[in-house]
């Protein structure tokens, strides 16, 4: 072998070092972005399953083969109408008598919507002299400010926060359906008003979440004008209260909850939580989905998550259809049943 082959041999394998050393960085940098749509704490909606094309199956839009379909039951008419009688053949012009057949065409309609109504609510005063007092009567549905009424009000509400409306969006749902006309600034107006009225109830269910028991809180991301801000939602049995913060640490914890909350924060893996508080227990959607993952990867595991699972399957069976705890279900030191298992 001459010393130009030996300079070509050293040349290429450089280059396929180079290369074996980029290919190695970019497989890196792939599976760390795979590992957002496939780790144990990505939800379904989230993971990037393999359609059909790829698996090499045919791919057809709809619901999957052998799905049941669902067919719209038939309702029970409210009003019955009837089309003007014709008294003529339209062919022949020979007088008709009863019609042969009558046929049934049941739709449902939606009734037109009331118009606009300008309302003058009374206020009734009363000022005693002999004592100084001042009695007012006001109508119930008399809103406590303003110019609009109470349905308004509702309706510019829900327009712009559960339909997600923009402002003028609402004023042309308003101007279109009732045939009332505001401007952007209004409608603003009223959302603002609206939550200063119910500010008393958001404290009143804020101190029921504060003192509940065992507390259910998740967090995701929302952009707020572009910026990247967190939607936490607390639950409980009776109550939901959603807050957005600009943080997705503890202490929004601290703020919602407070410093001397004692109760049981059922979460995720998050390290907010039980950087909070030492009172927390796994959501069973991550446990089980946590054990699946390690099943998949550490052969050892495998037991474990179809003991959790199992339990989970048993826990939710109604009470009176559980049987007595099999030998599966008691533990390695022959103690019985047991409960649900909590994770911290």
Same mark, same amino acid.
């Given at each position: 072998?001459?010393?130009?082959?030996?300079?070509?041999?050293?040349?290429?394998?450089?280059?396929?070092? &180079?290369?074996?050393?980029?290919?190695?960085?970019?497989?890196?940098?792939?599976?760390?972005?795979?590992?957002?749509?496939?780790?144990? #704490?990505?939800?379904?909606?989230?993971? &990037?399953?393999?359609?059909?094309?790829?698996? /090499?199956?045919?791919?057809?839009?709809?619901?999957?083969?052998?799905?049941?379909?669902?067919?719209?039951?038939?309702?029970?008419?409210?009003?019955?109408?009837?089309?003007?009688?014709?008294?003529?053949?339209?062919?022949?012009?020979?007088?008709?008598?009863?019609?042969?057949?009558?046929?049934? #065409?049941?739709?449902?309609?939606?009734?037109?919507? &009331?118009?606009?109504?300008?309302?003058?609510?009374?206020?009734?005063?009363?000022?005693?002299?002999?004592? /100084?007092?001042?009695?007012?009567?006001?109508?119930?549905?008399?809103?406590?400010? /303003?110019?609009?009424?109470?349905?308004?009000?509702?309706?510019?509400?829900?327009?712009?926060?559960?339909?997600?409306?923009?402002?003028?969006?609402?004023?042309? &749902?308003? /101007?279109?359906?009732?045939?009332?006309?505001?401007?952007?600034?209004?409608?603003?107006?009223?959302?603002?008003?609206?939550?200063?009225?119910?500010?008393?109830?958001?404290?009143?269910?804020?101190?029921?979440?504060?003192?509940?028991?065992?507390?259910?809180?998740?967090?995701?991301?929302?952009?707020?004008?572009?910026?990247? #801000?967190?939607?936490?939602?607390?639950?409980?049995?009776?109550?939901?209260?959603?807050?957005?913060?600009?943080?997705?640490?503890?202490?929004?914890?601290?703020?919602m909850l407070g410093e001397g909350f004692r109760g049981v924060i059922v979460c995720d893996g998050w390290r907010s939580y039980p950087n909070f508080t030492g009172r927390v227990q796994r959501c069973w959607a991550h446990l089980l989905r946590g054990a699946r993952y390690l099943a998949e990867h550490v052969e050892e595991a495998g037991s474990l998550s179809e003991a959790l699972h199992g339990l989970y399957r048993r826990l939710n069976v109604p009470p009176m259809d559980r049987s007595s705890p099999s030998e599966a279900d008691t533990s390695r030191s022959g103690q019985g049943w047991r409960g649900p298992v909590t994770s911290t």
């Amino acid at each position: 072998m001459t010393c130009q082959d030996c300079q070509r041999l050293q040349t290429s394998l450089e280059e396929l070092t &180079a290369e074996n050393t980029r290919l190695q960085q970019e497989n890196t940098e792939l599976r760390r972005k795979l590992a957002l749509y496939e780790n144990p #704490h990505t939800p379904p909606s989230r993971r &990037a399953y393999p359609t059909r094309r790829s698996r /090499g199956g045919p791919r057809f839009p709809g619901r999957p083969r052998g799905q049941q379909g669902r067919t719209r039951p038939r309702q029970r008419p409210d009003v019955v109408k009837t089309p003007e009688p014709k008294e003529r053949c339209e062919s022949c012009g020979a007088p008709l008598d009863k019609p042969s057949y009558v046929d049934h #065409h049941i739709v449902e309609e939606i009734s037109n919507l &009331a118009p606009r109504q300008v309302i003058d609510f009374l206020e009734f005063e009363w000022t005693r002299r002999e004592c /100084g007092s001042h009695t007012v009567s006001r109508h119930p549905d008399c809103p406590p400010g /303003g110019r609009l009424g109470k349905n308004a009000l509702v309706q510019a509400t829900l327009m712009k926060f559960q339909e997600r409306l923009p402002l003028q969006k609402v004023c042309e &749902a308003l /101007g279109r359906t009732y045939g009332l006309q505001v401007t952007p600034a209004t409608v603003l107006g009223v959302t603002r008003r609206v939550g200063g009225w119910l500010r008393s109830e958001y404290m009143r269910i804020l101190q029921q979440i504060r003192s509940a028991e065992v507390v259910y809180v998740d967090e995701t991301g929302v952009r707020v004008d572009g910026v990247r #801000h967190w939607t936490w939602a607390f639950t409980t049995g009776s109550e939901t209260l959603i807050a957005i913060r600009r943080s997705r640490g503890k202490r929004v914890l601290r703020e919602m909850l407070g410093e001397g909350f004692r109760g049981v924060i059922v979460c995720d893996g998050w390290r907010s939580y039980p950087n909070f508080t030492g009172r927390v227990q796994r959501c069973w959607a991550h446990l089980l989905r946590g054990a699946r993952y390690l099943a998949e990867h550490v052969e050892e595991a495998g037991s474990l998550s179809e003991a959790l699972h199992g339990l989970y399957r048993r826990l939710n069976v109604p009470p009176m259809d559980r049987s007595s705890p099999s030998e599966a279900d008691t533990s390695r030191s022959g103690q019985g049943w047991r409960g649900p298992v909590t994770s911290t």
